[in-house]
């Protein structure tokens, strides 16, 4: 669940909004500025006058989509007007951004006249690659969407009438393969006449499906050819039947396809159609019916919601971005409905095919056989972006609609690499901790970003989160934020029937570092030791600590209770820092100050070892100002010796030093000085030699190269447990929490 104060803090933070307009070309020197501007502009604009193509050469026009509206349909929020509709945009521009690598400008208009909003529109099209139609209410929005198409020579699309159809479409495809139907002969049953459920009875109609085949419902039943109060585009599916209920209508239907409201699908229903029914409820926020109520109204129901942790989650995430992806490629003239079918029928496709490992990795190693349980990939699955826009991009040019040719194996491999291959990593991480779900205990159970930490894992279904402190404290501090503990165990140490325990167990522990009964029994009313006893006895998975506490000291209670796994000498840090195409990881950043040569080959084994268990292959390079022996100086010895004792221990691992980080980083500098290196490719595991270097350049990466950090990960502990750093934000919390939960499930726990 998403909370309003949470959602305004986002949507506000240090900058409002959530998106922003960034150069792609260096603009630092003069020369630099007089090339971006006048007079080097000057070349570009000539070229483009004399040969209009060439405006997609010199300029980010074919990357760019413009999505219009006018926020008089929001779904679920209805008409908000303009400005209201802007956050909206400003979203569905974020993820074509994060799923496609496509710009978008959001373009709100004040216009409700459907003719002015179509020459406004028209009048930019010298801007834009392709337009994105939403939220602009039936029929004005279809009428508008169809005069574009006609008068502009680049793709229009209408989001809403649609992208859920494109996913609904190849969910159907292998729903009706599963149950043995052709799409010729099955009854549909559509309920829903606005915008989503007419772009289904448009697509079904290409896919084949006849017509008289189809009964379409709204809130006042048939959509039939003797109403007055249906417009033209109603009109074009309405039937004469004597089925005038939604109840009518499904006794011996095949298939339902639900794009009303929740909860106005019943089992009865269900169980008056035909055999293998197929039933998509893809109301939003809340399906037609629930997923496992119908599940379980009919063992040979085939099912599929809205609802995204649902099996055969019918999203229009799933479409949208990929589509524009294939046709901006291309620079298609339009978007057709059997490109829409391509994207279609590439996504039933993908779900036949063998889940990749990552895919089933995330998903706490499950097994994703196609079936009635799995009729769509997981929006997680790195190939949707490869196959739907080659498929789109293919169809444009068997239709002729393509300005450009592009060869399709060439082009595949462009998209494999076009957003990176880790660019799904923190979300296949949560998805993976919702399956392990482990017992998180959380000390500073009164601070802020704990507590707002705490919501998130609950909703999120990432872990069950135990607070230490009073009950009247951290309800206190809970009920000022507005946040629900509802379900949330609390821990008080000193009214706890473990405190007697937890301090002999702690004097056991540290009876011969100093600590004496009474000192044990006081270590036991605070709240980071007693989490530490709790992680150390088993009444908890895992232990995060620091937000209120200096690292230093919280470390040391790490070391003191739990300490390392057997067989490592120290406890070590990663950080993962994303990039916009790629992650890095970092160690030592955060714990060894001076690291000796055998401590910095362990750091790098435990790294490489971590970095495999997330599900990327790791790439190491040890760090120094020198290149394989040009300076012969102890620090420089200290890496090469460290490099070698990594090596010795796992011989397989990709790993390379001493050098400096730029050869890590640059294969043609690799190629010319280096040929003998075995980075193949740039090293993705980063290994510092020493705490300060370490330690800047992380956060000179964090203040000034747009990195964003997750970390520190705690490696080589004897159980999972993570220190967070003082300002470190309510995320870190949540993503070291789905790391720990890998450390729980076993994938991390341990030495090398």
């Known amino acids: 669940m998403i909370r309003r104060e949470e959602s305004l803090r986002y949507h506000e933070g240090d900058r409002p909004g959530k998106i922003e307009v960034k150069m792609s070309k260096p603009c630092l020197s003069p020369r630099e500025m007089r090339l971006a501007y006048l007079p080097g502009v000057a070349w570009p604009v000539r070229e483009i006058a004399d040969n ?63 003719e002015r909003i179509v020459d406004l529109v028209r009048t930019l099209e010298p801007t834009f690659g392709a337009i994105c139609i939403k939220d602009i ?56 006449a606005g915008t989503v459920g007419l772009g289904c009875a448009r697509l079904l109609t290409a ?63 269900i169980r008056s159609m035909s055999r293998f029914p197929i039933v998509f409820g893809m109301a939003t926020p809340a399906p037609e019916i629930a997923y496992q109520e119908a599940r379980s ?8 919601t809205s609802f995204g942790q649902d099996p055969n989650a019918i999203v229009d995430l799933l479409s949208f971005p990929y589509v524009f992806r294939g046709a901006l490629d291309v620079q298609a003239k339009g978007i057709s409905e059997r490109m829409m079918l391509a994207a279609a029928r590439s996504l039933a496709e993908l779900a036949r095919e063998e889940v990749p490992e990552e895919v089933s990795r995330a998903y706490g190693d ?24 080659a498929a789109v991009a293919r169809q444009a040019m068997e239709e002729g609609l393509a300005g450009r040719s592009v060869p399709v194996d060439g082009y595949e491999e462009s998209l494999a690499v076009r957003l990176g291959t880790t660019r799904e990593l923190v979300r296949r991480l949560i998805t993976k901790a919702r399956s392990v779900n482990p017992r998180i205990v959380l000390p500073e159970g009164t601070s802020e970003k704990i507590l707002r930490a705490c919501a998130l894992l609950i909703d999120e279904g990432i872990a069950n989160p135990i ?8 309800h206190r501090a809970a009920e000022r934020l507005g946040i629900d503990l509802g379900g949330v165990a609390i821990v ?40 530490a006893l709790m992680l150390h006895k088993g009444d908890a998975d895992m232990m995060i600590c620091g937000a209120t506490d200096h690292y230093a000291e919280s470390m040391r209670t790490v070391l003191e209770i739990i300490g390392p796994a057997p067989g490592v000498r120290r406890i070590s840090s990663l950080h993962m820092v994303h990039r916009p195409k790629e992650v890095y990881f970092l160690a030592d950043c955060s714990v060894n100050i001076e690291p000796d040569a055998e401590d910095l080959a362990e750091i790098a084994l435990l790294a490489a070892r971590t970095v495999r268990a997330l599900g990327i292959e790791p790439r190491v390079a040890m760090l120094s100002f020198s290149n394989f022996g040009s300076v012969d100086h102890p620090l420089a010895r200290k890496v090469r010796t460290a490099t070698r004792i990594a090596r010795e221990r796992n011989p397989g691992l990709v790993i390379e030093g001493e050098l400096q980080l730029e050869t890590a980083l640059d294969a043609k500098i690799r190629r010319r000085y280096f ?9 993705n595991v980063l290994v510092f030699p020493d705490l300060q270097s370490g330690n800047l350049s992380l956060h000179l990466l964090q203040q000034i190269g747009e990195g964003i950090a997750v970390g520190p990960i705690l490696m080589g502990t004897r159980l999972p447990v993570h220190v967070i750093q003082q300002g470190s934000p309510v995320d870190d919390v949540v993503n070291l929490a789905a790391v720990g939960a890998l450390q729980v499930a076993g994938a991390l726990t341990g030495g090398m």
């Open 467 to 474: 607070l230490v402190g009073t009950e009247e404290d951290v």
């Open 297 to 304: 109204t009919r063992r040979d129901a085939i099912v599929g």
């Open 137 to 192: 209410r039936a029929p004005e929005g279809l009428e508008i969407y169809d005069r574009l198409r006609e008068t502009m020579s680049i793709p229009v699309f209408h989001e809403n009438l649609y992208s859920t159809a494109i996913v609904a479409m190849a969910a159907l495809i292998n729903a009706l393969d599963l149950a043995d139907k052709e799409i010729s002969s099955v009854r549909v049953v559509i309920c829903g």
């Open 366 to 389: 499950e097994s994703f056989t196609f079936g009635p349980d799995y009729l769509l990939p997981m929006p997680i699955d790195p190939r949707i972006l490869v196959r739907q826009s």
């Open 675 to 683: 040929p003998f290196s075995d980075l193949t490719q740039n090293a």
């Open 492 to 531: 008080d140490p000193a009214h706890s029937p473990h405190f007697d325990a937890y301090a002999a167990e702690y004097l056991t522990l540290c009876g011969r570092r100093g600590v004496t009964p009474d000192l044990a029994r006081t270590r036991m009313t605070h709240a980071r030791h007693f989490a």
């Open 52 to 114: 209009p193509a060439n405006v997609w050469r010199y300029t980010a026009r074919g990357n760019l989509v413009g999505m219009v509206s006018n926020g008089s349909a929001v779904p679920g929020l209805g008409d908000v007007g303009p400005a209201a509709a802007k956050p909206i945009q400003e979203g569905i521009a974020l993820l074509f951004k994060r799923f496609a690598d496509i710009d978008v400008f959001d373009l709100e208009l004040d216009a409700r006249d459907p």
């Open 207 to 269: 896919l084949g499906h006849p017509p008289e085949n189809l009964l379409l419902y709204d809130i006042r039943g048939l959509v039939s050819p003797d109403r007055e109060d249906l417009h033209r585009y109603q009109r074009d599916f309405a039937r004469d039947d004597a089925a005038r209920t939604l109840e009518q209508g499904l006794r011996g239907a095949d298939v339902f396809l639900g794009a009303s409201t929740g909860g106005v699908l019943t089992p009865e229903m």
